[in-house]
């Protein structure tokens, strides 16, 4: 069975740091690109981010590059989001997501980031 399990959410002051994780299991994770997914309250799903089955590639929402950054532990089956210069706009769920040609097939169960003073 495939799982993902994301931790490391939280309440943060804007300009803060998290650091997002996302534990895989029931797959061979690094056959795999994965991607962070958020939902803020009210809008639609977007993309955060996405990395390569073997992290040499990256790709970033214009409004998170060179605030977030994406990674993966292929020997540890995680995946990570660290997210720096945090906004009130950032605050949203966030889930990660296996990709299968363009397209996600399973998610987790999400982790909420809430960026408030």
């Known amino acids: 069975e495939v799982q993902l399990v994301e931790s490391g959410g939280g309440l943060v002051q804007p300009g803060g740091s998290l650091r997002l994780s996302c534990a895989a299991s029931g797959f061979t994770f690094g056959d795999y690109a994965m991607s962070w997914v958020r939902q803020a309250p009210g809008k639609g799903l977007e993309t955060v981010s996405t990395?390569?089955?073997?992290?040499?590639?990256?790709f970033y929402a214009e409004s998170m590059k060179g605030r977030f950054t994406i990674s993966r532990d292929n020997a540890k089956s995680t995946l990570y989001l660290q997210m720096n210069s945090l906004r009130s706009e950032d605050t949203a769920m966030y889930f990660c997501?296996?990709?299968?040609?363009?397209?996600?097939?399973?998610w987790g169960q999400g982790t909420q980031v809430t960026v408030s003073s």
């Open positions: 997501a296996r990709v299968v040609h363009t397209m996600y097939d399973y």
């Open positions: 990395i390569s089955w073997n992290g040499g590639s990256t």
